[in-house]
Nanobody
Framework: QVQLVESGGGLVQAGGSLSLSCASS????????MGWYRQAPGKQRELVAT???????RSADSVKGRFTISRDNAKNTVYLQMNSLKPEDTAVYYC?????????WGQGTQVTVSS
């Protein structure tokens, strides 16, 4: 059974940092394009950042210069380093693994940024 497990969420003051991790059991993440998405209360889920199997990254304009996605294939883990956090970054953050015929989601981790 494939599982993606996020960790690292929590409560932080504005301007602070958090590092999220997404680890997998049951699937080799290195062959997938990976992404972080977030969903705030009352809003649709939105893309935060993605990284291809080759390591190319892209991120949403709202987080450029503040968030960095990376992957460690040896640890089968994907990370999201979040700096200079703002209250509007408050959301549940989800890890996603996308292949040509399958997509996996994690259960989400809550990030709350206080002003």
């Amino acid at each position: 059974q494939v599982q993606l497990v996020e960790s690292g969420g929590g409560l932080v003051q504005a301007g602070g940092s958090l590092s999220l991790s997404c680890a997998s059991s049951g699937v080799q993440l290195s062959i997938y394009a990976m992404g972080w998405y977030r969903q705030a209360p009352g809003k649709q889920r939105e893309l935060v950042a993605t990284i291809t199997s080759g390591g190319s990254t892209r991120s949403a304009d709202s987080v450029k210069g503040r968030f960095t996605i990376s992957r460690d294939n040896a640890k089968n883990t994907v990370y999201l380093q979040m700096n200079s956090l703002k209250p509007e970054d408050t959301a549940v953050y989800y890890c996603n693994a996308a292949g040509p015929h399958v997509t996996y989601w994690g259960q989400g981790t809550q990030v709350t940024v206080s002003s």
